[in-house]
């Protein structure tokens, strides 16, 4: 009697194992039409047969169920659930876009088993409404949980079209629950069979680990303490960037019953910070008789970038493309200096009375001040000032691009060059393997006599300096056990010879000693 209860059970399974292949097979068929087909009628034939299938496969389980043993049960159930749930969902997404598309009410036709419906989901309604126009379709936005501040605005639009809405049932809910949460918020409520009891704990579980009162207003301080500074005031983008993160952050506190004027005392000097002084200037003018307020900071901030965004629509498109950024008539303005880049080739309105600038003076070309070291002798992405790792965190800090160490840009995206030393996706500045290397010859020249390089520099300043006319020549160099091809540039006034590192390390030159210089050319 075992044996042919055996031999019953492993035939039930083959079966079952064919029919939940052919289930998967029509839930992914499913998918692809309702993804890229526009024929709902393919959609609700694959819709039926998914149903059709499913109904088998509920059959052999219940076979299956008496033939185990206890032992058993528990992982075959857990199983069964498993494909009970992604039926449920792929079902129920199924529904929604037949309905969306038709009038079809697939809730009727499921029970009259492939008969067609003629009549509108709510003829009631249908009947009045034929002569309005029809409305787009309104879909649910996902949620992951990265973004903490985002789950107010989700849950409200979601207990609005979902969980207030009386023709749904708790098992339906707890379905469009699912299908439109991802990531920690989808980890979150795993492993919850689709019942209505548990739709009720999913809920809690979201609202206790992401809607939590105080984790948002910790969410919205955050991002105000740490408002990316603006030092230009005819940035018009950057200013405006601004003001929308203060907006946004201060709304989501103000959702939260939390009025500005009640952290205004520390809000207040961090907003004056962040905008450009001439901007700071103007406000404390205008303001200095009576106590501010963020509102009152908020609205002037509003008021002066609608307006730079006014002149900027009015602004010639040739004016704007000889500047690359539009300056404004502001006496508060900051007056920045106009910086030429030298080249080969002296301009065509070049003045006679102009003064032939040498390579020493072009090694004083303004740098804006390094963000690692604050030092205007050199740029960010090439510092070596401080440790790699604290430059690394101060970028992912600022969230700031790994190669040109910008805060508008991204690595993927990112056209600059990659690392001189190690050719990696990163800046030099923060590059390891460079780091490790200084560390080791360091170590090895320990224990030699070390030498005294001496920096000397020079510096001029000149008024309406033209540009630079240089010697230029493409030469060899030829070593005992190599030689390259190189371009020399010559220039009488230099006090220094000059040789790029990269050519040093091809021609395998030894290393006496570390001094930097920036030297600005185009060739």
């Known amino acids: 009697m075992e044996a042919a209860n055996q031999a019953l059970l492993e035939r039930t399974k083959k079966t079952r194992s064919v029919t939940r292949s052919i289930v998967t097979k029509e839930t992914n068929k ?14 609700y034939e694959l819709y039926m047969q998914l149903i059709s299938k499913f109904e088998e496969l509920v059959k052999l389980d219940k076979e ?13 159930i857990l199983t069964r659930e498993e494909y009970r749930d ?7 997404r199924a529904e929604r876009y037949i309905e969306s598309v038709s009038s079809i009410s697939i809730r009727n036709s499921a029970e009259t088993q492939l008969q067609n419906v003629t009549l509108p989901l709510n003829s009631s309604v249908s009947s009045v409404s034929t002569n309005q126009p029809r409305l787009p379709k309104l879909t649910l936005e996902s949620f992951s949980g990265k973004d903490i501040g985002s789950f107010p605005s989700f849950w409200a639009r979601f207990k609005s079209a979902v969980h207030e809405n009386s023709s749904l049932n708790d ?3 707890f379905s469009y629950l699912k299908s439109v949460v991802t990531s920690d918020a989808e980890l979150a409520i795993r492993g919850l069979t689709l019942t209505s009891e548990n739709y009720a704990k999913a809920v809690k579980i979201l609202e206790d680990r992401f809607g939590r009162q105080e984790l948002i207003v910790d969410y919205h301080m955050n991002n105000l303490l740490n408002l990316t500074p603006v030092r230009k005031s005819f940035d018009v983008i950057a200013l405006r960037n601004l003001y929308d993160q203060l907006k946004v952050n201060i709304r989501g506190l103000e959702s939260l ?16 910070k962040a905008i450009p002084p001439d901007l700071a200037l103007e406000y404390n003018r205008k303001h200095e008789k009576k106590q501010s307020q963020i509102t009152d900071l908020t609205e002037y901030l509003r008021d002066e970038v609608q307006s730079r965004e006014r002149t900027k629509a009015l602004v010639k498109p040739h004016e704007s493309q000889i500047k690359g950024s539009h300056q404004y008539s502001n006496k508060y303005s900051e007056r920045e200096t106009q910086q030429k880049v030298h080249s080969r080739f002296p301009p065509s309105n070049h003045n006679k009375s102009s003064i032939r600038a040498s390579a020493n003076e072009l090694l004083t070309a303004a740098y804006s001040n390094c963000l690692f070291c604050k030092e205007n002798t050199h740029m960010s992405d090439l510092c070596e000032n401080l440790c790699v790792q604290q430059k690394r965190d101060k970028l992912i800090k600022e969230r700031r691009c790994f190669l040109c160490c910008n805060n508008s840009c991204y690595v993927k995206k990112c056209k600059k060059s990659v690392c001189s030393f190690c050719q990696g996706r990163h800046a030099r500045a923060i590059c390891f393997k460079l780091e490790n290397s200084k560390k080791q010859n360091s170590h090895l020249d320990s224990g030699e006599k070390p030498i ?26 030829i070593r ?15 006090e220094k010879s000059f040789i790029k590192k990269n050519v040093s390390r091809r021609l395998g030159l030894k290393n006496l000693g570390l001094e930097s210089k920036y030297l600005l050319v185009r060739i």
């Open 30 to 43: 499913l998918e692809s039409e309702i993804n890229n087909s526009v024929d709902k009628t393919i959609v």
């Open 64 to 76: 299956i169920e008496g033939l185990i043993d206890i032992d058993s049960l528990e992982d075959e």
């Open 86 to 92: 992604k039926f449920i969902i792929w079902k129920t």
């Open 171 to 173: 098992v339906d809910k």
């Open 257 to 272: 019953g939390i009025s500005p004027d009640s952290y205004s005392c520390l809000l207040f000097p961090i907003i004056m």
């Open 452 to 477: 005294d390089v001496k920096t000397t520099s020079s510096n001029s300043v000149m008024n309406n300096r033209g540009g630079v006319l240089l010697q230029c020549v493409k030469a060899e160099i």
């Open 480 to 494: 005992s056990s190599s030689k390259d091809k190189i371009f020399c540039l010559f220039d009488n006034g230099s």
